[in-house]
């Protein structure tokens, strides 16, 4: 899976926004934290939840249960606003 390739991330200070260039599949912006963040990057090239789990938990001090729960909730938020390609 991966992001929809009309999507792109901007960074502005301490937060980084999801939009559409298109306007087709979202019609918003998503603002994410440092952790939603940094799962949407790791979303920018092909990759699977399990790659994501493993990245987020090289990168950060974390059990991995919460780990998982919290980017569950992140691919199912993009899911649902149909910014994935599977």
């Known amino acids: 899976m991966k992001l929809k390739s009309d999507f792109i991330t901007q960074t ?14 979202f019609n918003g912006i998503i603002r994410s934290n440092e952790t939603a963040a940094f799962i949407v990057d790791q979303l920018k090239e ?3 939840e399990a790659a994501i789990v493993d990245a987020l938990l090289r990168e950060y001090d974390a059990e991995r249960e919460a780990v998982e729960k ?6 199912d938020l993009l899911r649902c606003n149909n910014i994935l390609e599977e």
Do not use: K, Y
């Not at 502005?12 to 599949?25: K, M, N, T, Y």
């Open 12 to 25: 502005i200070e301490d937060s980084q926004f999801l939009l559409s260039v298109a306007g087709r599949h």
């Open 46 to 48: 092909e990759t699977t």
């Open 70 to 75: 919290d980017v569950a909730r992140i691919i």
